[in-house]
């Protein structure tokens, strides 16, 4: 697919990359599905008319739909429990003309359709029973990374058919070790990598060198022989030990994966790739992964910036300065300001953002922020990651026992903000219970999502306590000192983050309480790259007050 310089002056990533008369959506996202269901077929039947049979002209106007846009899961209940059908009415008015003259023939108002209502949870509702719908996704060829439902991270390669071998890799939590996946085999990633040559240099530079000493010890010889007989198509029976690591080697150079993909899932990689050798088009990213090159046209050379010894450089497409835009996009969305990004970037590739985006320009920055998910996700999907958490309605997992929920022991969602590992114990709408100092029991209705930073360490000996306000794009963290309510000792902390003022972020802190609540002590209010920068001070067992408070973010 062609691109063009001003899809990527304008900031237009999406449109770019997505086929044209594509929205992109995520898989499990059923409001944006249920839109498009609701949109598509409004589309649809007015490109029916208008209609002509017997000299006269059936037309049909003002098409819209009645009734609510959302169902609660109250009325849901009710149709489930009614027999009813939930759906909505797209009503239009038909009028009759006679063909030849023009001449009104009489005209109707009445219902034309009526289109089924897509649930939160991917349903259909008719006659008191819920349907669902088998859907079937087909991943685009690329590299993937993800976190399991374990909280393990791994990488995904989707080779396209016929040109190699998908594969996963995963770091192994308790032992380091890298593991590559080949179907159904589970080999030491080291292992193959050792024995078809990359030189433990090399792979220092990338694990560094305690995780280069976990995966050598772990080396295991096995591991060779059935990658060869797994990444090989035709293994040659009575190959040397060399032939097989260059069949390998072949193997894995021949890969091919789509280039929009690891535009949008490997920035970094484009970034280097530009900023290093200013390849020209159509030649394939550093690595044994091939990935197929676009049709850009070329920016012209007198457009070019020069080398220090006076040459101009090689040929640069307009998908190189896409590549660009979309490594700047992706940092941005990750929390990370467009300043920090720029200067992070080489002198080289500044020069072409100098010379194509001059300055990154207003509008530029205007349109990635209005497009920009809040911190790298939408409302949408920070919802959905933590109505993963066991405790939450929606979840499929069972409610934890006291003993898990004691021990940790149970499913929470998980997400990644501003740098910052946030698990979700509790959703909003979930509830928080226990047992007091005094041996009551108490609960709690959560009006924020609520959880921990992982890695960290409190006070208490935990991890530190977090609420997730509704303003995720407020870049202020508000840590509140609890107190024990019974002597006004200090307690621990509780860290607000999505809160824009120091009084929504109190209100917030004690609507997660019961009425009357005095833990609250004290607040201070941090720019989040100090608060960051200090979080190892929440260790101590003492109020954090101004030493948090350096402007500056």
């Not at 304008?10 to 449109?15: A, M, P, S, V």
């Not at 349903?123 to 349907?131: M, S, V």
């Not at 999505?498 to 309480?513: H, M, P, T, V």
């Amino acid at each position: 697919m062609q691109t063009t310089s001003s899809d990527t002056a304008n900031g237009n990533i999406d449109d770019a990359i997505a086929p044209k008369g594509v929205v992109l959506r995520d898989w499990e996202d059923a409001p944006a599905l249920r839109k498009n269901v609701f949109d598509n077929s409004k589309t649809a039947f007015a490109s029916q008319f208008p209609q002509r049979y017997g000299g006269v002209r059936l037309e049909v106007h003002d098409l819209d739909y009645e009734g609510p846009e959302e169902y609660s899961l109250a009325e849901q209940k009710d149709a489930l429990m009614s027999n009813k059908f939930l759906h909505r009415k797209l009503v239009g008015t038909y009028k009759l003309f006679d063909d030849k003259t023009g001449e009104s023939l009489g005209e109707q108002r009445q219902t034309v359709m009526k289109i089924p209502y897509l649930t939160e949870r991917g349903t259909w509702i008719h006659g008191g029973n819920e349907y669902s719908t088998i859907n079937q996704s087909r991943l685009l060829p690329g590299a993937y990374t993800r976190r399991t439902a374990a909280g393990d991270i791994e990488s995904h390669l989707n080779a396209r058919r016929g040109t190699g071998n998908s594969l996963r890799i995963q770091l192994e939590p308790q032992t380091g070790v890298f593991k590559l996946n080949i179907g159904q085999a589970n080999l030491k990633l080291y292992s193959l990598l050792h024995d078809i040559d990359v030189p433990d240099e090399q792979l220092e530079k990338t694990w560094g060198p305690e995780l280069l000493k976990t995966n050598r010890e772990a080396y295991d010889r096995r591991v060779f022989e059935k990658a060869y007989q797994r990444l090989v198509r035709k293994p040659v029976e009575g190959a040397t030990h060399d032939d097989k690591a260059q069949a390998i080697r072949e193997a894995l150079a021949s890969t091919k994966i789509d280039r929009a993909v690891a535009e949008k899932t490997l920035p970094n990689l484009f970034n280097r790739k530009v900023a290093s050798v200013w390849q020209k088009q159509g030649s394939q990213l550093p690595g044994s992964v091939g990935v197929e090159a676009s049709q850009g046209a070329a920016i012209p050379q007198s457009a070019l910036p020069q080398n220090p010894n006076g040459e101009k450089a090689p040929e640069i497409t307009k998908d190189d300065l896409l590549s660009i835009a979309l490594f700047l996009n992706k940092m941005f969305t990750a929390g990370i300001p467009l300043d920090e990004t720029v200067n992070a970037l080489s002198a080289d590739i500044k020069a072409v953002i100098s010379d194509k985006l001059p300055g990154l320009n207003p509008e530029l920055a205007a349109q990635m922020q209005s497009q920009a998910k809040v911190a790298g996700y939408s409302k949408y999907e920070i919802d959905r990651e933590a109505n993963r958490s066991a405790l939450s309605d929606k979840s499929p997992q069972p409610i934890p026992t006291q003993a898990m929920l004691e021990a940790g022991n149970y499913a929470k969602g998980h997400l990644y903000i501003y740098g910052l590992d946030v698990a979700i114990e509790n959703p909003r709408g979930s509830y928080r219970f226990g047992v007091d100092k005094d041996g009551k029991p108490w609960k709690c209705l959560m009006k924020h999502h609520y959880g921990y930073l992982r890695g960290t360490v409190a006070s208490d000996g935990d991890q530190v306590d977090i609420f997730l306000g509704p303003d995720v794009k407020s870049r202020k963290v508000f840590v509140v000192n609890q107190v024990d309510p019974h002597n006004g000792k200090f307690d621990e902390v509780k860290c607000m983050l999505g809160f824009d003022s120091a009084e929504a972020a109190k209100a917030g802190y004690l609507a997660n309480y019961a009425k009357g609540w005095k833990g609250f002590g004290s607040m201070v209010e941090c720019p989040l790259s100090q608060f960051k920068k200090k979080l190892h001070l929440f260790r101590k067992k003492k109020h954090i007050e101004a030493s948090l408070a350096v402007h500056g973010d």
